[in-house]
């Protein structure tokens, strides 16, 4: 069974950086795509960030406005790990954050793999 486990998360004061992480867990090929989302209390789950593989391109992200030029999306595919780089954090950054993705399986198949547990990032001084 595949699934994604998200951590990284913690207390940082303004202006600081974390590293997120999703990591999928069980036997893959390699990560297609993903994608990082966040929810702030009362709020709705936005995404923020994705990644898809280009091949000999190279990935191609996406990021939305409240976070472009300060996040960074990447992946690496020896770990099946996706990452998410956040730097100059801001209080309005407080969220917990998810992310989700499409993989390839062992057997060349596609599988979509939805939200883990997400991880709680904090923002404060």
């Known amino acids: 069974q595949v699934h994604l486990v998200e951590s990284g998360g913690g207390l940082v004061q303004p202006g600081g950086s974390l590293t997120l992480s999703c990591a999928v867990s069980?036997?893959?090929?390699?990560?297609?795509?993903a994608g990082w989302y966040r929810q702030a209390p009362g709020k709705q789950r936005d995404l923020i960030a994705t990644i898809t593989a280009g091949g000999s391109r190279g990935d191609s992200t996406n990021y939305g406005d409240s976070v472009k030029g300060r996040f960074t999306i990447s992946r690496d595919n020896a770990k099946n790990t996706v990452f998410l780089q956040m730097n100059n954090l801001k209080p309005e950054d407080t969220a917990k954050y998810y992310c989700?993705?499409?993989?390839?399986?062992?057997?060349?198949?596609?599988?979509?793999?939805?939200w883990g547990q997400g991880t709680q990032v904090t923002v404060s001084s």
């Open positions: 989700d993705a499409h993989v390839v399986t062992r057997n060349g198949g596609s599988l979509f793999v939805s």
């Open positions: 069980g036997t893959i090929f390699s990560i297609n795509a």
